[in-house]
């Protein structure tokens, strides 16, 4: 049974170069034992700053959180799949249930024997032959000398590769030589078996003996926990799915379920990155996402991430249109807007109409200390099904026509309805407004 | 921080589990260092004997040291010297070298310089009866004081593990630690009677030299396989107090920074 409570772990970037030496650390040491001795104030050398602000650029926080207050208990005979982004701290986890890594606060239970099969063939060493890694790499992983030697037979065998046994693993393919390593590491007998990303070994008749064998665990009711990107073994195999994001477990439980949360978050991800020149934008969609009908969603509310230009983007049933709403306070944008429709490639201007900015009068606005002004556009509903440049341009008597909007608009038609707004993907401001 | 006694129980019961993987891996650095080299083995006798050639050359012809057998000393003195700065050398970099097996594979990272000192004094057993040969070619017999190798190989492997703990951690965590122990290593060399008995330097800076424990391990090596006599128990006593007091260091160092070598390496 793994039991965790809690647990936080960060990592220090500061201490994560390769090259940081006694020399730095007996500076730093000098420095401050002289200030705190009162000797000299040399706390604040112009070169050191260089030194901490170098290591300032490389990010913005030296200390990264990489687990933040993870609880989650793991009994016998599970198969728990950890699933997430890169970076999201799937591997931390694994290493500090492994024993590698150790939390910075927080309590930590484990009852077993672990094997962490985090990378196969670590202990190999390329000079030696393949029938001597065998023993060492096997000793590595905690089996006995004897046990090996009476194994050795069905390991070899199991790993297919009987004429290289005796020449040293330099020479072996990369697919032998993790062929040889697999084979060495299912022989262990853990309670809790700890897999990173391994199981992409070998052709599939390899695979194949793979997945038995792994079957075998887990009809031994051995406890695994599985680090993978690959969802169709998570359904397929686990018995339970933890997803993490960024150091926090967001969803915790039926494979299917977690599947489809990961799945769609890495689309939407895609879709971000995928219009990588967007300056504004907004974290998540989920109304919009699950509308099917044009005029179904009621609001979307998004964060702005720099100008709060737009606030608000939203479809209402009652007119069709799109209604945005801006921040007058934030920025003073002129009374006479324009709405302007392009095609695809930006050369074609579709349609465009001059709109008004009219005071917002709704309640969920009321409270808040800015004053909006809400723009309504016009009926895009009888679009034809392609994707679209809108631009919402302002025109002051001091300006002439400053974008102050810029997205493109997906334009979805069902027999059933008029169309599905697809929006948020490219919302761009150029950000030269008025002062 | 867990308490230092709970601390170096679970050390030292997390180190002797992993006993066999220590041997194992001590075997097959030594069988890598030899493999694939034309003279095999022969490789571990070959630099000591060139060393050997050259000081007593140096010595013999151009400072005119008349000493009986000046050879063997010396022939002696290197073997126990190269064990002695290997294991510093190596000891500095081995958690280093060796962060595959411990972040993929798992393995505490104070079995490394265990590893280290175990490889270098099984090389200094395997070139013992090359200098016991050479003696007797060079008509000095070994006498039973030799014995005392027996324990003496002990007691050095102790001691050398005391500061190679310590190094090896450091060593981890600041990457100049390596170049300092390389250079120190060099440096403590001429200050190590290797190349001359201690007994030819005035009294007064034996005294300073008989301080450091090398120069004691180095003095008691030559007692029992070259001058044939009972090592001085001072001396003796002296090493182990200075093991004692460097282990205790070494086991703080290991302590307060145990938790997070993983994640520097």
Known sequence: MINLERINKSFDLRYQRDDFTLKEAFVRFLRYSLHWLKFVDLREPPQYENFDQKLEQESSSPIINVLKNISLTIDRGETVAIIGRNGCGKSTLLKLIAGIYFQDSGKMEIDGRISPLIELGAGFHPEFSGRENVFVNGQILGLSKAYLKKRYEEIVEFAGIEQFMDSPVRVYSSGMYMRLAFSVAVNVDPDILLIDEILGVGDSDFQHKCQKKLDEFKSEKKTIILVTHDLDKVRSWATRVIYLKSGEIVFDGPPAEATKIYQKDVDSERQKDDLSDTQIFFSSYPELESSVKWGKVSQVEGQTSEEKMCKILELNPEYPGLHMVFDHRIISIGENLIFRLLNKEETITLFEKNVTLRVSSYESLSNSENEFYKLDCPDLSNLAQEEYHLLVISQTTHHQGIIILKFNLIIHQDENQRGLINLPFKIGVQNDSPV | ?265
Request: proline letters at 5%.
């Open chain 2, 1 to 265: 921080m867990t308490p230092l006694f709970e601390f170096n129980r679970k050390l030292f019961g997390s180190l002797y589990q992993r006993r066999r993987i220590i041997w194992a891996l001590a075997i097959r650095e030594l069988k890598v260092r030899y493999k694939g080299s034309l003279l095999g083995f022969f490789w571990t006798f070959m630099n000591p004997l060139i060393l050997m050639v050259i000081y007593s050359v140096v010595f013999t012809s151009i400072f005119k040291t008349n000493i009986s057998h000046y050879e063997v000393y010396v022939f002696s003195g290197i073997l126990m010297w190269n064990a002695i700065s290997g294991c510093l050398n190596d000891g500095a970099a081995c958690i280093v070298q060796n962060t595959a097996l411990i972040t993929k594979a798992a393995l505490p990272p104070e079995i490394f310089p265990i590893k280290v000192v175990l490889t270098h004094f099984l090389n200094y057993l395997l070139t013992l009866p090359l200098l016991f040969g050479f003696s007797l070619l060079r008509g000095l017999s070994p006498t039973f004081y030799s014995l005392q190798l027996f324990f003496l190989i002990p007691i050095a492997m102790f001691f050398m593990l005391s500061i190679v703990l310590g190094i090896s951690v450091l060593g981890a965590f600041y990457r100049d630690i390596q170049y300092l122990v390389n250079t120190l290593s060099f440096a403590l060399f001429f200050t190590i009677p290797v190349t001359y008995p201690i007994s030819i330097l005035p009294e007064k800076l034996q005294k300073v030299l008989m301080l450091s424990p090398l120069t004691q391990l180095i003095q008691m090596n030559a007692e029992a396989v070259f001058f044939g006599k009972i090592i001085n128990t001072g001396i003796l006593i002296a090493t182990l107090c200075m093991t004692v007091i460097f282990i205790i260091i070494s086991l703080m160092i290991v302590r307060k920074f145990h938790t997070r070598i993983a994640e520097r390496i």
